[in-house]
């Protein structure tokens, strides 16, 4: 079965710095997915990233990289140069091989606050 | 502005009534989901619904009735509800299996349902 553990409820950052938030997977499945989602206060889910699986690199998507370490089954989410619209909710979440639908799991979500 | 759009953004009802959410997405996407979120924790899978079938049924009580009139919407029939379903309920869609599709989720905004 899926499962995904962030182990950071809330961690705080000082504005223009970088901050790493973890995220660590299980799965049986050769081929899957992982995405960072940032939930804000008005409660939309906003993509991030996505690295698949057999992606060899890994991915970034301007201030946002993720940090693959497929062996150690960690995925974890780098912002650099952190702003204080960067305050929200953040989501690791995996989804497995398509089964009639991609069936997307999330973490318990870490909670960034950026410091002025 | 979200692509998938969830009607109504608010929603108070008695445990009595019967409510409908509704969801509708133009991007051309043969997938389609309902999450439930409860305060300050993460998304939960309800149903996927792929080619307007319904794919997964995360065992949710029968109270919570989907129903996909056609590939651009989605619908949440709500009947007998109690107070501890609400929550913040997110549709999403996503394109399906063919090629290399990551299967990120397009969220809507998400329905805020109090149940009194």
């Known amino acids: 079965a899926q499962k995904i553990t962030q182990t950071q409820p809330g961690m705080f950052v000082q504005e223009k710095e970088a901050v790493t938030l973890d995220c660590t997977y299980d799965?049986?499945?050769?081929?899957?997915?992982l995405f960072w989602y940032k939930q804000p206060s008005s409660g939309e889910m906003i993509f991030l990233i996505y690295?698949?699986?057999?992606?060899?690199q890994n991915a970034t998507e301007g201030r946002y990289s993720l940090n693959f370490q497929k062996a150690r089954k960690s995925a974890n989410l780098v912002i650099s140069a952190s702003q204080l619209g960067d305050s929200a909710m953040y989501f690791c979440?995996?989804?497995?091989?398509?089964?009639?639908?991609?069936?997307?799991?999330f973490g318990a979500g870490t909670r960034l606050f950026v410091k002025a | 502005d979200t692509e998938v759009t969830q009607t109504p953004k608010h929603l108070v009802m008695g445990m009595t009534n019967k409510k409908s959410l509704k969801c509708e997405q133009h991007?051309?996407?043969?997938?389609m989901y309902w999450y439930k979120q409860k305060a300050k924790k993460p998304p939960e899978l309800m149903f996927v619904y792929s080619y307007e079938k319904l794919s997964i049924n995360e065992s949710v009580p029968s109270r919570f009735s989907p129903e996909c009139p056609n590939s651009s919407l989605l619908n949440l029939h709500l009947h007998a509800l109690q107070p501890e379903d609400s929550a913040l309920y997110l549709c999403?869609?996503?394109?399906?299996?063919?090629?290399?599709?990551?299967?990120?989720?397009?969220f809507g905004e998400g329905s805020r349902l109090t149940v009194l």
């Open positions: 979440a995996m989804r497995e091989g398509w089964a009639g639908g991609f069936k997307t799991i």
């Open positions: 799965t049986s499945d050769q081929s899957y997915g």
């Open positions: 999403a869609s996503s394109q399906d299996s063919r090629g290399r599709e990551t299967g990120e989720l397009f």
């Open positions: 991007m051309g996407h043969r997938a």
């Open positions: 690295q698949g699986s057999y992606d060899e």
